[in-house]
C-alpha cells in the first residue's frame, strides 16, 4: 500500500518523501509527511492559544478573574 499526503500529495517511498505519483490500480493509504503535519499542529497550537485567550479574556472582564 503506498502512503500519500493528504494535502501536498507526496508519496512515501523507501522511507523518503518524494513527489512521485502513484499509479493507477495501486492502493493508497492518505496520512500526512512529517511537513505537513508539522503545519497542522501548528495551526491547531496557534487555535488553541487562540480560544485559550479569549476564555481567559471573557472570565477577567466578568469580574471572575484573580482579585475580583
Known sequence: MVKVCCVCRKIK???QWLGDK???????????????????MDAVDRYAL???SRSVY???????GPGA
Do not use: R, T
Not at 499509479?23 to 503545519?39: A, E, L, M, R
Not at 471573557?58 to 471572575?64: C, E, F
Open 13 to 15: 517511498q523507501e522511507g
Open 22 to 40: 502513484v499509479s493507477i490500480g495501486q492502493k493508497v493509504s492518505h496520512v500526512y509527511c512529517p511537513s505537513c503535519f508539522n503545519d497542522l
Open 50 to 52: 487562540q480560544k485559550w
Open 58 to 64: 471573557m472570565v477577567i472582564d466578568a469580574g471572575q
